[in-house]
């Protein structure tokens, strides 16, 4: 019977979803969501709207494990970037990010998000900028709030 508990626990285990990396975009007054991206494994995927340009805030989250096991060291919540055309890019300060990884890096360097989640480990999987999206909490153009 015990045998059974513990192989119904470890299919259970490895039955979650994994949750990782988040990333929600911003337009600069937090005020209207531009983009949303999650990782599983070493991809992370991300969609951004189609037609925005200008700048943006960039918010990442980690899960309390991956903060435990300092899976993304150096990584924080919060950097400043532009969205134009679906392209991100962040302004990443060279303190912050592994220099080794990231070529030294300089001050305040702009990355597009592909090669500053390199760093990481992570490669990255877009939504064509061309294409529909569904972004949680997004609202549809035209639509009224009233």
Do not use: H
């Not at 119904?8 to 007054?29: F, H, S, T």
């Not at 400043?80 to 070529?103: H, M, W």
């Amino acid at each position: 019977m015990k045998r059974r508990t513990l192989s119904l626990i470890c299919l259970l285990a490895l039955a979650a979803p994994a949750q990782g990396l988040k990333l929600i975009v911003w337009d600069r007054e937090l005020q209207t969501k531009l983009g949303y991206g999650e990782s599983s494994g070493s991809k992370f995927s991300v969609q951004t709207v189609p037609n925005y340009s200008g700048p943006v805030v960039v918010l990442f989250s980690q899960t309390d494990e991956e903060k435990a096991r300092n899976a993304f060291p150096g990584l924080q919540s919060r950097y400043d970037g532009t969205l134009k055309a679906g392209q991100l890019t962040l302004q990443a300060p060279e303190q912050r990010l592994s220099a080794q990884s990231l070529n030294a890096a300089a001050p305040n360097t702009t990355l597009t998000l592909a090669r500053f989640l390199s760093a990481f480990k992570l490669s990255v999987s877009g939504q064509p900028s061309g294409q529909t999206l569904s972004l949680p909490g997004l609202k549809a153009a035209g639509t009224d709030t009233k």
